[in-house]
């Protein structure tokens, strides 16, 4: 990792000197001053401290369990590849290393934001098209994919947030800074979690939390959140949502407040994500066309977050073997290491589970 944040530093050594943005004070306070967020491998120093004290940087996203996916895919030179959920781009380095420049890669993003910055990011360390082609495209459309790449020797596909879309608070995916209520990981298409909060019933809300995130406080939070909006109160912004919560979750003991809350805003923001997103109905049809995209014995490593996701992915994997149309599938979940999850406390809840084409 330092030999690649090395090389991007020299990258933009030729480039002019700009200007950062000025700020009142010591240290900048809204994130369109906080210029090392916005350019985190121009850092180094800064990064390798935040990451040994078991943090991840603002503004960048480390990947995970890319030994084990690795030790999986066994990728060779020549082959062709898909990164489904591009990000950062830390997964595609790795496997466009394996391809030691002979092969090609597809890498895929719904977010247009974050897809523009990866994908300079990858051309500054050398990946250009000639064996990277990304696409500011949704998962959920392999199957148009294919007409245009054929199929493929490995497939990838990591479905966590990335943490640049949850460090910005522009991006409202977090609790923790006030931003507008939007969570859609494709700001110019579909309706923000705050449009999407005043056409839901109580019921639907309820079902939504306990459906999305085994929200136990399911009916207090979604009846505090409908009374709040036939009171008029419109839920604007995250810190609107989270002093909701506070209030509907009350009645817990004091001593055990702190906790219960944050843990439900945990899981009320990743359910509302899930829905306005439609992250269920694209893993759906993902999973269903994934098959028709791999080639004879082609291999597929997926990472989940959630329950939800992982029992969709063991589910559709099984089916499929059935099938005949997987050779073999992970029988047991694969996780990161000890020293991974130190190293990176974002990681505790991945889980990944393979398939390999008949």
Not at 138 to 167: C, H, R
Not at 286 to 308: E, K, Q
Request: charged share 35%; hydrophobic share 35%; proline share 4%.
């Amino acid at each position: 990792m330092s030999e690649n944040i090395n090389n991007y530093v020299n990258e933009q050594e030729d480039k002019p000197h700009k200007r950062r943005v000025r700020y009142k004070g010591t240290h900048p306070r809204k994130f369109s001053e906080k210029y090392k967020e916005h350019n985190p491998e121009k850092y180094a120093d800064t990064i390798e401290k935040v990451i040994s004290k078991g943090s991840t940087p603002a503004g960048m996203h480390i990947s995970i369990c890319v030994k084990e996916i690795l030790d999986f895919l066994k990728i060779q030179p020549g082959e062709k590849g898909l990164d489904a959920t591009l990000g950062y781009g830390g997964h595609t380095e790795q496997m466009l290393k394996c391809l030691d420049g002979n092969g090609h890669m597809y890498a895929l993003d719904v977010d247009p934001i974050e897809s523009k910055k990866t994908k300079k990011r990858l051309e500054a360390l050398g990946y250009d098209e000639k064996i990277l082609t990304i696409k500011n495209m949704n998962f959920a459309d392999i199957a148009k994919l294919k007409e245009e790449a054929g199929t493929f020797d490995f497939v990838l596909a990591d479905l966590g947030v990335s943490s640049m879309q949850i460090d910005n608070p522009e991006r409202g995916f977090s609790y923790k800074v006030e931003g507008p209520l939007d969570l859609r990981l494709n700001p110019e298409k579909g309706v923000s979690a705050a449009e999407r909060l005043k056409e839901v019933s109580q019921d639907e809300l309820m079902g939504m939390l306990i459906e999305n995130s085994d929200e136990p406080y399911a009916k207090e939070i979604s009846k505090a959140i409908i009374l709040e909006m036939k009171k008029g109160n419109e839920i604007k912004t995250t810190t609107d949502l989270k002093l909701i919560i506070e209030k509907a979750l009350r009645f817990i003991p004091e001593k055990d407040r702190k906790e219960a809350v944050k843990k439900s805003c945990q899981r009320t923001f990743q359910a509302l994500r899930i829905d306005v997103n439609c992250e269920f109905e694209v893993l759906d049809s993902f999973l269903n066309s994934l098959p028709d995209i791999l080639s004879p014995r082609g291999r597929v490593a997926i990472l989940t977050f959630h329950s939800g996701e992982d029992r969709m992915v063991k589910q559709y994997f099984k089916m499929h073997k059935k099938d005949g149309l997987y050779a073999d599938v992970a029988r047991d979940v694969i996780r990161p290491s000890t020293e991974e999850c130190v190293r990176n406390p974002r990681a505790k809840s991945t889980k990944m589970r393979w398939a390999i084409k008949a």
